[in-house]
């Protein structure tokens, strides 16, 4: 059934590279646990041991806050069409801004986005498989495109305005550092 791996196999990548959705996991040492679903075209992996997602604008700035306190996070992929398998990454983030050079190295692995907020780099320590046998079949129909046309209707400096609304503290009143 489930295995524990120090790497991403060229198995587990080629699963990876099909999926739709995932799921990050974050959580400070106090306050509140997060799990965000995440979709788009938003994850990249650099090697075996280190992946980078885009963390665009949404109506919260959870996983910014919580890995300024703990850089803890896990990722999580369901198959949700084909052979049963849940994947979970393991390891520690590193959040990069526009201001950050490393954010600059990496943005063009993704399609352009005016709502891009963050780069997450996490350097993977463990990675479990696990059976899956009870996540149901579900058929991916498309993307939703909202966001995006959301974003590039509001344009750069709206966008950073409502990041200053919305987006520099956490439901628990931590800092995110987004601006």
């Not at 992929?77 to 390891?91: N, V």
């Not at 993977?124 to 966001?147: H, I, N, W």
């Not at 046309?149 to 987006?167: P, T």
Request: proline share 3%.
């Amino acid at each position: 059934m489930g295995k524990k791996l120090d790497e991403i196999t060229p198995e587990l990548q080629t699963f990876i590279e099909q999926q739709k959705l995932f799921f990050v996991g974050t959580a400070a040492s106090e306050g509140r646990v997060n799990i965000s679903p995440k979709g788009l075209d938003s994850f990249r992996i650099i090697n075996k041991n280190k992946v980078i997602w885009l963390n665009l604008t949404g109506s919260g700035n959870e996983t910014a806050a919580h890995l300024l306190k703990n850089n803890r996070m896990t990722i999580m992929f369901c198959a949700f069409e084909g052979k049963p398998l849940i994947l979970r990454l393991y390891g520690q983030a590193k959040m990069y801004h526009e201001r950050d050079i490393e954010y600059s190295n990496y943005i063009d692995k993704f399609p352009k986005n005016t709502g891009s907020r963050q780069i997450i780099e996490i350097s993977v320590d463990l990675v479990q498989t696990s059976c899956g046998y009870a996540v149901p079949f579900m058929d991916f129909k498309e993307d939703r495109l909202q966001l995006y046309s959301w974003a590039e209707k509001q344009g750069k400096e709206r966008i950073k305005n409502y990041w200053k609304e919305k987006n520099t503290k956490s439901i628990d009143g931590f800092d995110t550092n987004i601006l």
